[in-house]
């Protein structure tokens, strides 16, 4: 069962109220957890589908809107990068659905909370019990404080290879010695800064939710200062 605690929650940093509670507590059951509990428990696998579905759609929308000098091409790409769903498993963290998950008993003995694919499942079906619920806007809004934010921070953007670009334009003249270390990393939620130097020198930092996004930011913000 979903607790008060986590519907406060979802209030108070969201501003979601479910209306229908059962929805939210289908999103968060796990196949293993209805098998123990026949009677009455739907396990997420249906919600999951339908979130996938919505997920593309709302990001869709929101590329399409927000970025309209991108073409058809640069458009499909960016958002394979953001519902390939690797990084959906850390916003399922930030947003605390990983203690939420009704799991039957081996799973739960055997650690599947923390299993990636776990929570990428239940962030999807989180979304697809809240389009039912509320529809599209709704689930807009939380993307909006979730996913979103990343995306205009460029960290799924890998059109552009920053990193290459940058060491192109600095070795114009000659080698030059670019380094790059990170200096704070965080898993739940995941989370790293990098720093760039350039001929020992420091250049600029990037921050992502992995330590491949931070250096292609440090890249970005070193490139747009020396060009």
Do not use: W
Not at 105 to 130: C, I, M, W
Not at 161 to 178: A, C, M, R, S
Not at 196 to 221: D, I, P, T
């Amino acid at each position: 069962m979903v607790n008060k605690e986590f519907i406060e929650q979802l209030d108070e940093k969201y501003g979601i109220k479910f209306h229908k509670i059962e929805l939210l507590e289908e999103a968060f059951t796990h196949s293993s957890y209805a098998n123990e509990h026949p009677e009455g428990s739907r396990d997420y696998e249906k919600l999951e589908f339908l979130g996938d579905a919505v997920l593309e759609l709302a990001i869709s929308d929101y590329l399409y809107r927000h970025y309209p000098k991108l073409n058809e091409g640069e458009l499909t790409r960016m958002r394979s990068n953001i519902v390939r769903t690797e990084g959906f498993s850390e916003f399922a963290i930030e947003c605390g659905f990983q203690d939420q998950i009704n799991l039957g008993k081996g799973e739960e003995k055997a650690g599947s909370r923390n299993r990636k694919t776990l929570l990428e499942d239940v962030f999807e079906a989180f979304n697809g019990a809240l389009f039912l619920d509320q529809g599209l806007p709704a689930v807009q809004k939380f993307l909006h404080l979730t996913v979103y934010p990343l995306i205009d921070r460029g960290e799924f953007d890998d059109s552009r290879d920053y990193k290459t670009d940058l060491q192109e334009f600095l070795q114009q003249n000659g080698p030059v010695e670019i380094e790059y270390n990170t200096i704070s990393e965080s898993q739940l939620p995941s989370h790293f800064v990098v720093e760039l130097k350039v001929n020992g020198k420091l250049q600029s930092h990037g921050e992502g939710h992995n330590k491949k996004s931070a250096e292609q930011q440090a890249a970005k913000a070193a490139l747009a200062e020396l060009e």
